[in-house]
């Protein structure tokens, strides 16, 4: 195995918010993570390809009430598995992400969600590069470019940041790896969490550079995502998916049907 490729922590966001998940609510599901997309909890969908995975050691999830998480009907044949444990989130995410990196002794992890349900191996794969390619990165997201996406579900509604030369979607997959910096910028994004899909508000969250730099169209995102790295101490990359898939995740009945459609799709492939 290559240097630095070797298997990573997974912590796997699978909370809601404090008033409920509006999806989950509509469907009568107890908790988001138990919607079913195509037969079975969306949640039990991305453990099956993560648990798959070769890249993949223990898998940290990371609830309101794991435990009830992993009692429902699709997921009771895990409960206990050895690369599954289960953890009581915080207040939000970042105060959670930052306990649990504390709590389980990690000192790198890769951070995704239980709405995730195209995640593939490939995917991670691919994301994953990122640690060979630049060895001392701090902080990885992967993000996907609009054409790619509408080149291949022009259907599709995701809500883009817009910078020179193109704009991006998150695609639900984070590398942290735990500095000074990164407490740093965990604390700080526990104060504009409520703003993560608001992206002009986002970016000037980070400094004047990079709001007028964005607003003006004269900074790439990756040149961006440097720059807001840099605030912080922090190596900071961009990583571009070439799945358009890698951005669908599962928010609203739109798509939910789209995943589905798309879940029918590899199964008769």
Not at 54 to 83: E, F
Not at 159 to 169: D, E
């Amino acid at each position: 195995m290559p240097e630095n490729s070797h298997p990573i922590d997974v912590v796997l966001l699978a909370g809601d918010r404090p008033s409920g998940d509006p999806l989950a609510n509509a469907l009568g599901a107890q908790y988001k993570a138990l919607v079913p997309v195509a037969g079975k909890a969306m949640l039990r969908h991305v453990l099956d390809r993560l648990l798959a995975s070769p890249l993949v050691a223990t898998i940290h999830i990371l609830g309101q009430n794991p435990a009830a998480l992993l009692g429902h009907d699709d997921l009771a044949d895990l409960a206990g598995h050895p690369r599954i444990m289960a953890h009581m989130s915080k207040g939000n995410i970042s105060e959670s992400v930052s306990a649990l990196l504390d709590e389980a002794q990690l000192g790198e992890a890769l951070v995704t969600t239980a709405d995730n349900v195209l995640l593939t191996e490939a995917m991670i794969r691919h994301f994953l590069t990122i640690r060979q390619k630049v060895p001392n990165v701090d902080l990885a997201i992967a993000l996907v470019e609009r054409e790619t996406l509408l080149a291949a579900y022009p259907e599709a509604k995701r809500t883009w940041l817009k910078t020179r030369g193109g704009a991006w979607s998150g695609a639900n997959l984070i590398l942290l790896r735990r500095s000074d910096g990164m407490d740093r910028l965990l604390h700080f994004w526990r104060d504009i969490e409520q703003n993560r899909k608001r992206g002009w508000k986002l970016m000037s969250a980070f400094g004047p550079l990079l709001l007028i730099g964005a607003f003006c169209r004269i900074i790439t995102m990756q040149r961006g995502l440097k720059i807001a790295g840099g605030r912080f101490g922090l190596i900071a990359r961009l990583v571009d998916m070439p799945q358009a898939e890698a951005c669908i995740d599962v928010d609203k009945p739109s798509d939910l049907a789209l995943a589905e459609r798309i879940i029918a799709a590899r199964q008769s492939a």
